[in-house]
């Protein structure tokens, strides 16, 4: 292999990352097979990883990181290439959002950004006064990468709960409503997924003003993220989760059980076929 192998346009992000695991991994006088054997991933993997000709995942980042000693640098450069498509002030919440074992959100305009399809993101994405196309491509990428979470073995559990609203705003016109409802059916048939639906004869208040999420984090304080009209916000001060938790316990005490909440959800998906 060359020892300054051309970086890709298409994939040069990677290259960067493969750069930067090539350079720790001639630091610790490591061979790729011998990369291979410490972090039980091919040797074929690694070399590609280094090229930039394949996208590297948390996993390997992270087991690189160990077996190289490069004290978190890795997984720091991993992190920053996969959440550049995002907004600055959401990339805390990036790395919070993976390493929680349950996630506790509501939101009373869209479906939160873990539940959406492709096109139904799409749709919410190009919202954003001055965006580009090829921005909203980015995003939308990113917003799908976020949804891995979901597809771990042992993914957290996420209880959602949506404003009965939700399901009748016509984001993306009538077909792409019709396949997010539907997907909503899906996910919510999954053990660790939780929906409920806050019906809008409840008139309830609460909450209103903007959609969070709660993350419970093993061995952490809990850590809270609120939206505003222009940016996101993340919190752990104990009065701020303690109020966010609130309003949270709050809601879900007006919202209709699962079972009802689904019926709600089928009844709306039929009226938008």
Known sequence: MPKNP????KN???????????????????????LAE?????RSLLSFTERGERKPGNNLAQRCDDALGA???????WTHITHAASPR???????IEPEAHALHAWEPLVVPGLLQTEEYARAVIRGEPGITDKQVEKAVAARMERQKILLRSTPPMLWVILD???????????????HQLQYLLEMAERPRIGIQILPLVRGSTTGTS??????????????????????????NRPE???AVRARYDTIRAEASPRHVSIELIREAERLWA
């Open 164 to 178: 009965e609203g939700v399901l009748h705003r016509p984001i993306g016109g009538e077909e792409v409503m019709q």
């Open 6 to 9: 051309k970086i890709n346009p």
């Open 38 to 42: 410490v972090t039980q991933f091919s």
């Open 240 to 242: 701020d989760v303690e």
């Open 89 to 95: 002030w959401f990339r805390d919440w990036l790395d």
């Open 71 to 77: 004290n978190g640098e890795l997984l720091h450069c």
């Open 12 to 34: 040069e992000k990677w290259a960067l990352f493969g750069a930067e695991l090539r350079k720790y991994r001639k630091k610790a006088k490591m061979t790729q097979n011998e």
């Open 210 to 235: 903007g959609g969070f999420v709660i993350a419970q984090i093993p061995g952490n304080p809990d850590m809270v993220y609120a939206e505003s009209v222009t940016r996101g916000h993340v919190a």
